[in-house]
Nanobody, 121 residues
Framework: QVQLVESGGGLVQPGGSLRLSCAASGSIFKIDVMGWYRQAPGKERELVAV???????TYADSVKDRFTISRDNIENTVYLQMNSLKPEDTANYYC???????????????WGQGTQVTVSS
């Protein structure tokens, strides 16, 4: 199967920056889309940004021009550079990968455990 391990969350002041990382490991044959989602208390999980295997990206309107998603296809790692952070960015951030494992005929979605980002003064 596939394991996703996130890192880089923490407490930051408004206007600050954080960089999240997510490394995928396991019996991976190929990864298609990788991305970041977030869930704040009392709210549904929402898309933050996703990136295709060839680098195409999609961002939520709320993070455009502040966040940048990137990936390393050799290391099976996805990053999220977050700048100009706001209190409303506070949430648990989850990594997602749509992956094909060795011996399987279809892609499945895999999720990390999440990393907390808190933006507060």
């Amino acid at each position: 199967q596939v394991q996703l391990v996130e890192s880089g969350g923490g407490l930051v002041q408004p206007g600050g920056s954080l960089r999240l990382s997510c490394a995928a490991s396991g019996s991976i044959f190929k990864i298609d889309v990788m991305g970041w989602y977030r869930q704040a208390p009392g709210k549904e999980r929402e898309l933050v940004a996703v990136i295709g295997s060839r680098g195409s990206t999609t961002y939520a309107d709320s993070v455009k021009d502040r966040f940048t998603i990137s990936r390393d296809n050799i290391e099976n790692t996805v990053y999220l550079q977050m700048n100009s952070l706001k209190p409303e960015d506070t949430a648990n951030y989850y990594c997602n990968a749509n992956a094909l494992v060795v011996g399987s005929a279809r892609y499945y979605d895999y999720w990390g455990q999440g990393t907390q980002v808190t933006v507060s003064s």
